[in-house]
């Protein structure tokens, strides 16, 4: 990370500078494809009738009816699914992210006749922006993928070639992540990084059991581990990062209070955090926005967000 890097990045939060910060090297680890460009971008492809997101939403399940209910009637073949995974590292470059893991969702799959044409469109995307952007494509499933499903798509995913990580998100539970145990070790058979959706809304537990029953490399939200000095250490010891998300988590109602963000005390702790999107389309704040939101609601100053920006690269 080079010192120019450094001033530029803390001159635009200082002076309000959306085109300085988008200059600036940063990461995104937490986004998912489908949802991963501005709806401008969407409604514009999709013919200009796309109903806009809710300013608020009741948690995943308010989340899951909106995209369920109105985004995926636009999605219904291949190049579609091109669509979304290319224009999500399109607005990634846009926004200055030089490191992207997205998860595409199994399910985009199923609008392929042939297998090999989703994860080749995928390695082509990649290939294709290589010299603006490390786009690190990642598997994505909901926590609630009945076996049937994972034995007969994410295996085959794993085994691609065409995914470096893995991820599982939606409907926290207390018992989901025990039947994903053996995937998640088969994916780090096969060399995948290992991320779960953890301690969104749930508490401490959840995240302590993401972290002992898949061993994960990295925890996306995670906000609940605030509430045991346990999991925080645990995370500590094992070197876990959280990629948080603080609009989605206002927008969801997982946090009450920007200002009152968990990701402060975290930070504080010394738990090792990143700052991200989620979706886009949904809280319409890239990743350059987000951290100038956080700057300029107080919850931490230039310095330690551009340390924060810089923990995306630590391990
Ligand atoms: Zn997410």
Redesign the pocket.
């Known amino acids: 990370m080079s010192q120019a890097g450094d001033s530029l990045f803390k001159e635009g939060l200082k002076e309000g500078n959306l085109s300085k910060l988008r200059q600036v090297p940063k990461a995104e680890l937490?986004n998912?494809c489908g949802t991963g460009m501005r709806f401008s971008t969407f409604n514009n492809w999709a013919g200009g009738n796309v109903k806009r997101p809710p300013q608020k939403m009741d948690g995943v399940k308010g989340l899951n009816d909106y995209i369920f209910g109105e985004l995926n009637k636009y999605i219904t073949k291949e190049e579609d699914v091109a669509f979304l995974i290319e224009e999500t590292v399109k607005e990634a470059i846009e926004d200055g992210v030089k490191v992207l893991e997205a998860s595409i969702d199994y399910h985009e799959m199923l609008h392929f006749s042939e297998w090999n044409n989703f994860f080749d469109l995928i390695t082509s995307i990649k290939e294709k922006y290589r010299a603006l952007i490390d786009f690190r494509p990642e598997v994505g499933m909901a926590l609630t993928t009945p076996r049937a499903d994972l034995d007969k798509y994410i295996v085959p995913c794993i085994e691609s070639g065409a995914f470096l990580s893995i991820d599982a998100?939606g409907e926290e539970t207390k018992d989901s992540y025990l039947k994903l145990k053996e995937y998640y070790k088969y994916a780090r058979e096969k060399g995948l990084k290992l991320k779960i959706?953890a301690g969104q809304f749930m508490d401490a537990d959840n995240v302590k059991s993401a972290v002992e029953v898949l061993e994960v490399d990295e925890i996306?939200h995670g906000i609940g581990a605030i509430h045991s000095d346990y999991v925080q250490d645990l995370l500590k010891e094992r070197k876990i990062r959280l990629n948080i998300?603080p609009s989605s988590n206002y927008i969801l109602g997982a946090v009450e209070d920007l200002k009152k963000h968990l990701a402060r005390k975290l930070f504080d702790k010394g738990i090792v955090i990143t700052i991200n999107t989620?979706d886009l389309l949904l809280f319409n704040s890239g990743v350059s926005e987000e951290f100038l939101l956080l700057y300029k609601i107080g919850l931490f100053d230039e310095d330690e967000l551009n340390e924060i920006r810089k923990n995306a690269w630590k391990y």
């Open positions: 937490h998912h998100y959706h996306q998300c989620d």
